[in-house]
């Protein structure tokens, strides 16, 4: 299975976006489901055109840091 991205999560508003013309260059910050912080809705929704991915919204603003993991000091 893959990581489970889609199961969770809620939908972009892709269509609010014409993301041929790009997106607007706004910090609203986005988690992904994916536990990628995306910088805005539409960044979001970009990526997953490029990457043919289906990353839904975890969370409005930045994801949670891992805590726990101190083996990265």
Not at 20 to 31: E, L, R, S, V
Request: hydrophobic share 25%; proline share 4%; charged share 25%.
């Amino acid at each position: 299975e893959p990581d489970g991205a889609a199961d969770t999560g809620t939908e972009a508003a892709c269509g609010n976006y014409d993301l041929k013309k790009g997106c607007a260059k706004i910090f609203d910050p986005i988690c992904g489901t994916d536990n990628v912080l995306y910088s805005n809705e539409c960044l979001l929704c970009f990526q997953n055109l490029q990457r043919n991915t289906n990353v839904h919204i975890k969370k409005r603003g930045k994801c949670q840091e891992p805590r726990s993991d101190s083996s990265q000091n």
